[in-house]
């Protein structure tokens, strides 16, 4: 079959309407894509959507104040997370405030991986301590990070009760094992701040609770109003 000449019939000339048909095309995107800037930017002027509820309530910078702009929120919040030191310590949801510290005094505190982000207790209370109210430097803060870190990730296969189980139990266990050093390292770390106590591993298979420190084996103290057991020599807990 032949196909039609372009300029058959007195129609509009096929070769012509190739040319301008893209065109027309490209113009009206273009027209679109104007008048989707234009919105955008009536938006951006109307959109002063800081909300007092959405922002992060660290200390430290500048808060923007509810009717601000949202460029002026995203700077805050970058600046915000950039200047928080301690930002590996902050949980990713927010600690309940009920299980925060609520202590205006903080006397003792201890160690103890908790399967979140911040390891730093209240003995008193029992309570998660938001790192500003002891106020511990960057290094301290980092190594609190990593050493939660690392007991999270055998405290994580001792509970995943595998193939691992038993070695993760023996790493735990061992008062000589890295884990365990840098565990009392942070306790001598934290001391300037508040008296400070590590938590011991303890596989609580049979419910009896232990008569002697499993360190160096001198009676264990009750903890009075808490479930705890004290040796302070070791300055444990179980
Ligand atoms: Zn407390
Ligand atoms: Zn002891």
């Given at each position: 079959m032949i196909a039609p000449s372009p300029f058959s019939g007195g129609q509009f000339p096929r070769a012509l309407f190739l040319t301008f048909a893209p065109l027309r095309g490209a113009?009206?995107?273009?027209?679109?894509?104007?008048?989707?800037?234009?919105?955008?930017?009536?938006?951006?002027?109307?959109?002063?959507?800081v909300r007092p509820d959405f922002l992060p309530r660290q200390s430290g910078v500048t808060r923007p104040l509810p009717g601000q702009k949202v460029g002026q929120l995203a700077r805050y919040a970058i600046e915000t997370i950039m200047k928080d030191i301690y930002?590996?310590?902050?949980?990713?949801?927010?600690?309940?405030?009920?299980?925060?510290?609520?202590?205006?005094e903080i006397k003792e505190i201890y160690l103890a991986y908790k399967l979140?982000?911040?390891?730093?207790?209240?003995?008193?209370?029992?309570?998660?301590?938001?790192?500003?109210?002891l106020g511990y430097d960057i290094k301290t803060a980092e190594s609190i990070a990593s050493w939660n870190t690392v007991y999270g990730a055998l405290y994580v296969l001792w509970l995943n009760s595998g193939e691992y189980?038993?070695?993760?139990r023996e790493r735990?266990?061992?008062?000589?094992?890295?884990?365990?050093?840098?565990?009392f390292e942070l306790i001598n770390s934290l001391d300037p701040f508040a008296k400070a106590y590590y938590l011991w591993f303890h596989e609580n298979c049979d419910?009896?609770?232990?008569?002697?420190?499993p360190l160096c084996s001198a009676p264990l103290q009750p903890r009075k109003q808490r479930r705890f057991l004290l040796c302070e020599h070791c300055r444990i807990l179980i």
């Open positions: 113009n009206a995107r273009v027209a679109r894509l104007r008048q989707a800037a234009r919105l955008a930017r009536t938006d951006l002027r109307r959109e002063p959507v930002l590996k310590l902050r949980p990713l949801t927010g600690t309940p405030k009920e299980e925060l510290c609520n202590c205006k979140g982000t911040n390891p730093v207790h209240c003995l008193q209370c029992n309570g998660e301590i938001p790192p500003e109210k189980e038993g070695w993760a735990l266990l061992d008062r000589q094992g890295q884990v365990n050093k840098e565990g419910e009896t609770e232990p008569s002697e420190c």
